[in-house]
């Protein structure tokens, strides 16, 4: 059983930067997708973005040219870099890793494993 933790959200100003960490304990970080969602209030939970066991990336159009994963297999870390963040980016972030190792389709990875979420608010 794996477990993530989340760190990093905070209250910024609309255009600030933010980055967000998630570490992973439990079993081989290295073989399987790793993604962020995010729940708005009155909002469903939604994708973000996530990256596979190989580096391919796939990015919500919402978050695109904006945001940047980045994982480090060594040391079971993986980041999400929030760039020119916008209100609408308000919410909380969740961590999660994928179903299956190996992953390599072409469409983004299910998820079976989540952590406790971190906040992030974004003033205008």
């Known amino acids: 059983q794996v477990q993530l933790i989340e760190a990093g959200g905070g209250l910024v100003q609309a255009g600030d930067s933010l980055r967000l960490s998630c570490i992973a304990s439990g079993r081989t970080f290295s073989s399987y997708a790793m993604g962020w969602f995010r729940q708005a209030p009155g909002k469903e939970r939604e994708f973000v973005v996530a990256i596979s066991w190989s580096g391919r990336t796939y990015y919500a159009d919402s978050v695109k040219g904006r945001f940047t994963i980045s994982r480090g297999n060594a040391a079971k870390i993986m980041y999400l870099q929030m760039d020119n963040v916008k209100p609408e980016d308000t919410a909380v972030y969740y961590c999660?890793?994928?179903?299956?190792?190996?992953?390599?389709?072409?469409?983004?990875?299910?998820?079976?494993?989540w952590g406790q979420g971190t906040q992030v608010t974004v003033s205008s």
């Open positions: 999660a890793e994928g179903k299956v190792p190996y992953y390599s389709g072409s469409g983004r990875p299910d998820f079976g494993s």
